[in-house]
């Protein structure tokens, strides 16, 4: 970048004409220098109070210490539910699992043209499309 | 970073201050976050005074006000410490950005809720000669006159002329750019020249040598 240090130079030489150079070196910067020299200090305590924080907070105390602050633990369900993109994701594939049973242990009439031939004639199994069981898969 | 802990543990606090300040205060940090002492010892004697100036010098010297200013931005800096990203922010600039916000927060707060103590305490005195009364009278004369600027305008001008930053470095705290900079410092010096100027004779001017 490129700084126009000429003009702030140009602009200090200006402020510095209230109070003439001239009368004992004024201008604003004999007081940016009295404050310079005039810092306020911390007082002892209040280091010393600083200082007991800054060790309190520290992640690995002294001896060696667990830290005072970890990360969250991440379990397994955590990680596998984040990926496949939380629970909205964990919903449509509950969805997914059950309609392919129900399909599985119950399929429409129309699947069974598509499958064709008799000995997939999934009409045939028998098994009631409201058991219990699949109640209970459904609900559950 | 390593030798640093090395030479902290083997010679203990009272290591030569050379040693120490040839350090940056990003491996410093870098060393208190893996749990060197030294380094939390080191940090909070060279960071402290400087967040506790500027936070006095903000706060027109309200000394128990600065403290707390002092502690919370330092807190906060700990608490950054084992995140801290090499490189991209240095320490100092980080500090002085935090310490001046909540500064900030505080005046704005201070104006708008009930005045507790409407006055602070003026800054613990020890005069020991004239030449050091007419320091004092003028440090004082500009704090006031700084007290009296709109925030940012007091916040650019200290950071440029007391504490002495550049003006990129002061864009970066304050986040704007180096014209706005240059401008509120500007405005702020019109400002203080204007309000000390009258007060020449009584800061002693007359009776330099």
């Not at chain 2, 205060?25 to 004697?45: I, K, S």
């Not at chain 2, 006031?144 to 002329?161: G, K, M, N, S, T």
């Not at chain 2, 401008?183 to 400002?191: D, H, M, N, Q, T």
């Amino acid at each position: 970048m490129n700084w126009d240090t000429k003009t702030m130079t140009e602009r200090k030489d200006k402020s510095d004409e209230l109070f003439p150079a001239g009368a004992e070196g004024a201008g604003l910067d004999s007081f940016f220098a009295a404050a310079r020299a005039e810092a306020p200090q911390p007082d002892g305590g209040f280091l010393a109070r600083i200082e007991a924080q800054a060790l309190a907070e520290q992640p690995v105390a002294r001896g060696g210490a667990p830290a005072v602050a970890r990360p969250r633990p991440t379990g397994v369900l955590r990680q596998l539910r984040e990926a496949l993109g939380g629970w909205a994701g964990m919903a449509g594939l509950a969805t997914a699992c059950a309609a392919g049973i129900w399909i599985g242990v119950s399929p429409p009439d129309g699947l069974t043209v598509l499958w064709g031939g008799d000995a997939a004639a999934l009409g045939t199994i028998g098994v009631d499309p409201l058991s219990s069981f699949d109640l209970a898969l459904m609900e559950g | 970073m390593r030798d640093l802990a090395g030479i902290a543990r083997s010679d203990g606090w009272d290591m030569p201050f050379e040693a120490m300040s040839a350090v940056a205060d990003e491996d410093l940090l870098a060393a208190y976050a893996a749990g060197d002492a030294t380094a939390a010892r080191t940090l909070t004697q060279r960071l402290t005074p400087r967040v506790f100036g500027h936070a006095m010098r903000m706060l027109g010297g309200d000394r128990a006000e600065a403290e707390d200013v002092a502690q919370e931005a330092l807190l906060r800096l700990w608490r950054a410490a084992p995140g801290w990203r090499m490189g991209e922010a240095k320490v100092t600039t980080w500090l002085y950005r935090v310490t001046a916000n909540l500064c900030i927060d505080r005046i704005r707060r201070r104006r708008s809720g009930p005045d507790l103590d409407s006055v602070p305490e003026p800054a613990d005195e020890t005069p020991s000669a004239a030449m050091g009364m007419q320091q004092q009278a003028r440090a004082e004369a500009l704090q006031e006159a700084l007290d009296q600027l709109p925030d940012r305008q007091r916040q650019a001008v200290i950071l440029r002329h007391i504490e002495g930053l550049a003006n990129p470095e002061i864009a970066e705290i304050m986040d704007i750019g180096p014209r706005a900079v240059e401008s509120l410092v500007a405005r702020g010096k019109k400002a203080l020249e204007t309000a000390l100027i009258g007060r020449r004779d009584e800061l002693g001017y007359e009776d330099d040598d």
